[in-house]
């Protein structure tokens, strides 16, 4: 099976757009376009999400990243800038140490895997909720305090779970995101050894993921830390992180 996949612009290294944790590629909605008049870009459903529902063995970080490293070959694209939201950032973490040769950038936004700390118990609200109120609550949660919740993400997130077995999928999912409360780690010495440049960026608001895991990270790592947002930065800022996603690939 095919991850499903979201493609816009044309020309060589693709920009890969990957969602976080209950999204699917219409999290870019409001990047993918500026940055395909630029660049071919293609917006992922990531394992056991939109498109991609019923993939394989969907839940794990590592089974993401393998097929999207499968994806990219078979499409026989050798180079491709990676950008990554949340457990979408952990994904492209993981295509980069598995596969570094292919990778141009990582672009890390609010990554998963960059420390224990992990809000647990609102992912798990987050993947149960089923009713307009539910997911307002819970999307309120993770953005930042100055930051609307926009409508259209709500819909959006009703229309998808009431796709047979995408909230059972969500709510098997969260299970893994957290063992004993404290969520996986990526190896960040190796990522600070990768040949390819790695940008963080973090929400000082974050609810979900706590900006303190910038703490101590390599100073091979550009960072951008942000004082008014929270964790959804795709939609709080898209104009904001098209604008460092731009700078990272050099146009």
Known sequence: MTLHAQLAGSGADPIVLLHGFGGDHTAWREIQPALAEHRATIAYDLPGHGGSLNYPGAGSAKTAANAVLDDLRSRGIERAHLVGHSMGG????????????????????????????????????????????????????????????????????????????????????????????????????????LPVPVTVVWGELDNVLPVLQLEGLSPSFAVHRLPRLGHMLPDEAPAQMTGIIRAVCGF
């Open 90 to 193: 952990a994904v492209a973490s993981l295509v980069a140490l598995f596969d570094a040769k292919r990778v141009a950038s990582l672009t890390l936004l609010a990554p998963g895997g960059f420390g224990p700390d992990i809000n647990r118990r609102l992912l798990t609200r987050y993947a149960a909720a089923e009713t307009r109120e539910q997911l307002t609550a819970c999307l309120e949660a993770m953005t930042g305090w100055y930051s609307p919740v926009p409508e259209e993400t709500v819909e959006h997130f009703l229309a998808a779970r009431a796709v047979p077995g995408q909230r059972e999928m969500l709510i098997e999912m969260a299970k893994g995101l957290a063992r004993d409360g404290r969520q996986g780690q990526l190896p960040l010495d190796k990522i600070a050894e």
